[in-house]
Structures are given as structure tokens and as C-alpha cells.
């Protein structure tokens, strides 16, 4: 991926990526002391707009995830959402973006800790390439790397140092012929993907792990279940899953911002229904894939559009 010439936000202004330094003692580097959010943005040529999805709730947990790692984010969340429109503005993108915001421990010095340390916060935009190849569905596998514990390092917050945990689970499950990790908790229940939440259908009813099972509680999972019980009156069950669930489930899918919406073709082997997506993950896919591109004007709200400011303030988008 070229950056270089990338307008980034960084030390409270913009500049090119390339202009934008983190030296090689940076705590967050060195320590995974930082957190970060993923939030994406949809072109839509006959708009021709930018829409920013679910923006407030990517800085609201973001804001928890930094509580936790004892950081200050230094702008309120609606001075961020404007920054991060701007930002996408002064890029000029007519294209589907990824938005990368993250907020780490900056001090070059040796010696862990949370405590005294400042912090720096940076956005960083690029334009979005597929995540995973959802058309066939994933084969996905059970990892042998459990997924961490909130008792160990919280997966709740969005901690840069946790994705260890999945980069472990994603490699392994890649190394034995799947394309996607399910990690479970040290005691043995369902948590989640590498970088999604996961969805199992049973008998028409939804479920998925509650926020206790270790999960980072997802934008996309709270979305898919806003649209599944207010459009579809489906059930939604938020409790603990085992295992052998996924292997007796009608469906199971993943969501997450990167991802989307992507069913699971096999998990360890085992067919789930007959391999195709399912009718629930594909009414909800569908339904979602219209939300995001603005197709559905009571969901509007959940979308930033990054140029109608813009336009209406008169201001060049190169400005
Ligand atoms: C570990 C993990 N779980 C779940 C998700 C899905 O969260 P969201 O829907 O907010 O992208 C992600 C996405 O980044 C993730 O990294």
C-alpha cells in the first residue's frame, strides 16, 4: 500500500503520512500499550457522497477502550467525527475507505506501565481493499489458541497488544487449510473470530456470545441485531455458546467492520446446512449492504456523509 502521499491526522494536525513519525522506543510499539478502532466508509457514485458508518459508536468505544488503558482521547467524540469527515474530504476519496484511528502511549523509554506515560493520537485513512473473500463462505476453525481473558488483558477494549491472540488463531487456522479462527474462552465456550463476532441460527432464533464471553462487543454485531429483531422480528439470544453448537447450527456467520457480513461454509469440517448461505444471514446481509450505501432512509443515522458538509460550507475538498 502506497501512503506516502496520504493525508493522515497526527499530533493534532494533518500532514502526509510520510510526514508522520513514530520513533522505534514508542511504548505503543513496543508494549501494545495503545488501542485503535476500524471504521469504514461507503462511496456512493450516484450520491456521489462518502458515508461514514456508525462513526459515534467506532469513537465511543474507542473513548472505553482508552478509559481502560488509563489514556484521554484529545478531542470530544463530535470534534473527532468532524476530523475524521475532514480528513476524508482533504483525501479526495471517491472510493469504499477503511478509517484506522488509534491513540497510544508515545514515550520513547524503557519500562512498562500504563501510569505516566503520554499519549498520541493519530487517523489514519485508506482506501478499502476486501477483507475476506466472503462469496464462498469461510472454513472456519476451532483454534487451539484460546481467546484472552478480561481477567488477563480485556478483549472488551480494542487493545493493540491483544491482537497477538488473533494474529495467533488466524495463522494457525490459515497454516491448517481454513480461512478463519474461532477462538474459545479458557473455559471452553464460544468467543469470537480473529476480527469478527460470530452468529449461530437455530431453528430461526439468533445467537451469539454475550459481552461476557470475551468478546470486543462489535459495531456490525450491534447492528445486525438492531436490524434482525426490528426488521425481521427476529429472536436474538446473547448468552453462552459451546461448541458443538456451531456443529448443530442451521447457519453460523461472522460479522465485523472489515468483514461485513460472511457466512461460514464448514466449521472443522462440518458442513453447516449445505454449505451456501443461509436465508437469515443472507436477508440480514442484504438488508445491511443497503443500510450502509444509504439505501434505507430510516437508517440514515447511522451514516456520516463526508462531502454534504462540505458543499454546503463552500469548501474545496483539497483545502
Ligand atoms: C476481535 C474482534 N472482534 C470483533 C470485531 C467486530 O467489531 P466491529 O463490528 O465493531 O468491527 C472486530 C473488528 O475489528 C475484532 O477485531
Redesign the pocket.
Known amino acids: 500500500m502506497d501512503l506516502g502521499s496520504t493525508t493522515v491526522y497526527a499530533g493534532g494536525r494533518y500532514c502526509a503520512y510520510g510526514d508522520a513519525r513514530v520513533g522505534l522506543l514508542t511504548h505503543g510499539l513496543q508494549y501494545g500499550t495503545g488501542c485503535f478502532e476500524?471504521i469504514r466508509g461507503f462511496w456512493v457514485p450516484e450520491d456521489r457522497e462518502l458515508y461514514l458508518l456508525l462513526l459515534r459508536e467506532?469513537y465511543e468505544?474507542l473513548a472505553v477502550s482508552a478509559k481502560i488503558l488509563m489514556m484521554q482521547l484529545p478531542h470530544t467524540i463530535d470534534e473527532l467525527l468532524e476530523i475524521t469527515a475532514e480528513l476524508c474530504a482533504r483525501n479526495n476519496f471517491e472510493t469504499d475507505v477503511y478509517v484506522r484511528p488509534c491513540i497510544y502511549k508515545s514515550a520513547e523509554d524503557i519500562g512498562v506501565r500504563l501510569h505516566n506515560v503520554p499519549d498520541a493520537f493519530a487517523i489514519v485513512p485508506v482506501p478499502f481493499t476486501r477483507y475476506l473473500d466472503a462469496a464462498q463462505g469461510l472454513r472456519a476453525g476451532t483454534s487451539s489458541w484460546r481467546r484472552a481473558d478480561d481477567s488477563a488483558a480485556p478483549?472488551r477494549a480494542?487493545i493493540t497488544g491483544l491482537y497477538v491472540n488473533?494474529a495467533l488463531a488466524k495463522s494457525e487456522a490459515v497454516a491448517n487449510g481454513f480461512d478463519e479462527a474461532i477462538m474459545l474462552s479458557a473455559d471452553g465456550h464460544v468467543s469470537?473470530?480473529?476480527?469478527?463476532?460470530i452468529f449461530l441460527v437455530k431453528r430461526g432464533v439468533l445467537y451469539t456470545p454475550d459481552p461476557s464471553q470475551n468478546?470486543?462487543e462489535?459495531?456490525?454485531?450491534r447492528a445486525i441485531v438492531e436490524i434482525a429483531q426490528r426488521e425481521f422480528a427476529l429472536e436474538v439470544v446473547e448468552r453462552a455458546i459451546d461448541r458443538s453448537e456451531l456443529y448443530a447450527a442451521d447457519e453460523v456467520f461472522f460479522?465485523?467492520?472489515?468483514a461485513g457480513i460472511v457466512h461460514a461454509q464448514s466449521v472443522d469440517r462440518r458442513l453447516v446446512g449445505d454449505g451456501t448461505i443461509g436465508p437469515v444471514a443472507r436477508k440480514l446481509a442484504e438488508y445491511y449492504g443497503r443500510v450502509v450505501r444509504n439505501g434505507v432512509p430510516s437508517y440514515a443515522g447511522w451514516l456520516t456523509p463526508v462531502y454534504a458538509g462540505h458543499r454546503a460550507a463552500g469548501l474545496s475538498a483539497s483545502g
Do not use: D, I, M, Q
Open positions: 476500524g467506532h468505544r478483549p480494542k488473533s469470537e473470530g480473529s476480527a469478527e463476532n468478546v470486543l462489535g459495531c456490525t454485531r460479522t465485523g467492520t472489515a
